[in-house]
């Protein structure tokens, strides 16, 4: 069974900061692995996936993510921080044979001015 | 398409209640999830649909709570007795095959 990881529940940062919020994930194949943003009183919206293929992908709003075979991660990354990304974000796997997604337990943002 | 649309978007119950919550998915996917979200808990999977059918739903707390798909285009998430601790928002999602899920505005109920 598929299940994730994310070691971190609340992390403060400056605004123009780098960011970066982690993710483990156990899968007995290769999985598919998303990062999910949530704004209070909101549902998720996606921001970037991997399938296949490049292990580096960008999504919107300036985010990235790299996934990494032999630490079973799927770390997200931003180089500089906005005011606006304060949110709670949440990874996700997905297993392909029965399209059954889990999510993490999410990571709170907070950022300073 | 309006995305998944999830009702009522506040519900309000007393202890002991039936509660019904209500999930219309994206024309054309073929799965759909109910997740419950909580503070202690974070994002919960229910139970998942796929083409109507259940096929995981060992995430459902205990036998007060039942989900039913009837068709492609609608999706029930029945609590019956409610109980204060079942407060929380529940989230309906779809999607098609191995592609992201889109999450509806969720469901804040609160058992009081």
Known sequence: ?113 | DAGVIQSPRHEVTEMGQEVTLRCKPISGHNSLFWYRQTMMRGLELLIYFNNNVPIDDSGMPEDRFSAKMPNASFSTLKIQPSEPRDSAVYFCASSRGTSEAFFGQGTRLTVV
């Open chain 1, 1 to 113: 069974a598929q299940s994730v990881t994310q070691p971190d529940i609340h992390i403060t940062v400056s605004e123009g900061a780098s960011l970066e919020l982690r993710c483990n994930y156990s899968y007995g194949a290769t999985p598919y692995l998303f990062w999910y943003v949530q704004s209070p009183g909101q549902g998720l919206q996606l921001l970037l996936k991997y399938f296949s293929g490049d292990t580096l992908v960008q999504g919107i709003k300036g985010f990235e993510a790299e996934f990494k075979r032999s630490q079973s991660s799927f770390n997200l990354r931003k180089p500089s921080v906005h005011w606006s990304d304060a949110a709670e974000y949440f990874c996700a796997v997905g297993d392909y044979n029965t399209d059954k997604l889990i999510f993490g337990t999410g990571t709170r943002l907070q950022v300073f001015p």
